[in-house]
């Protein structure tokens, strides 16, 4: 008989040694527990434990009942390994003592684990505030660079926008001189105003001195004609 975990288990089957009491011990788990039967295999010096059902149990399956069991040594068991096979035949029951102490462990273990709880939720409520305090300086942030960028970037639209008429018109200025003091076909380029200006002023003195030379050339004439007249005389 074997006691281990509250139950109480009978050594029903052995082959070639396989049953070892310490070797159980430290492989037993709990979810063994549930079970009817157990079952152990060596392998490679490594015990392997597996839980069957009755065969009427409400949870048995063709792969857990303990009519299966066979069909697992043999096609998941080393062959000729050694195995062991354990009925549970009962629960040790506990004295009133030792329940009552059993309730209060549970009790101070349930309330450790709400504390442990409650403060694991703080640090992470408090790890959350500060990662959206942090992403809200952040954003903060990134926005007072963008509004920077865009007033600089408006300004310099701005004072392009101011200059570029003023380009502009120089240019246009140009063009139009351009094109008022140049005629196409190699024709010679138009005089300006002041130019013209001159040319009249010449052309009024020279009409204005014409007069002035013709009695000039009255009296040359008469001179020469006297000339003529006494030679001839």
Not at 16 to 39: H, P, T
Not at 47 to 57: A, I, Q, S, V
Not at 179 to 204: F, H, T
Request: charged content about 30%; proline content about 3%.
């Amino acid at each position: 008989m074997i006691q281990i975990g509250g139950k109480i288990y009978e050594l029903i089957h052995e082959n070639r040694n396989g049953w070892n009491a310490d070797a159980f011990k430290d492989r037993y788990s709990e979810v063994l527990e549930r079970y009817d039967f157990i079952i152990g295999d060596w392998g490679y010096s490594q015990l392997r434990l597996k839980g069957f059902f009755r065969d009427n149990h409400m949870k048995a399956t063709k792969d857990s009942a303990y009519s299966g069991m066979s069909d697992y040594i043999n096609e998941y068991c080393n062959f000729g390994c050694p195995y062991f096979v354990l009925e549970k035949t009962g629960t040790i029951k506990k004295s009133t003592d030792d329940e009552e102490a059993g309730e209060e462990q549970d009790a101070a273990l349930k309330q450790d684990t709400y504390v442990q709880e409650k403060m694991d939720a703080e640090d992470e409520q408090d790890a959350a505030a500060a990662s959206l305090a942090d992403a809200v300086l952040a954003g903060a942030a990134a926005a007072a660079r963008e509004s920077a960028a865009a007033g600089r970037g408006s300004a310099r639209n701005a004072e392009d926008s101011q200059q570029q008429p003023a380009r502009q018109q120089g240019h246009r200025g140009g063009r139009d001189q351009h094109r008022r003091s140049y005629r196409p076909n190699g024709k010679k380029p138009i005089k300006s105003s002041a130019n013209k200006d001159v040319a009249a002023a010449s052309e009024q003195a020279a009409v204005h001195a014409q007069p002035s030379q013709k009695p000039r050339d009255r009296d040359k004439n008469k001179e020469h004609h006297k000339e003529q007249g006494s030679r001839q005389s």
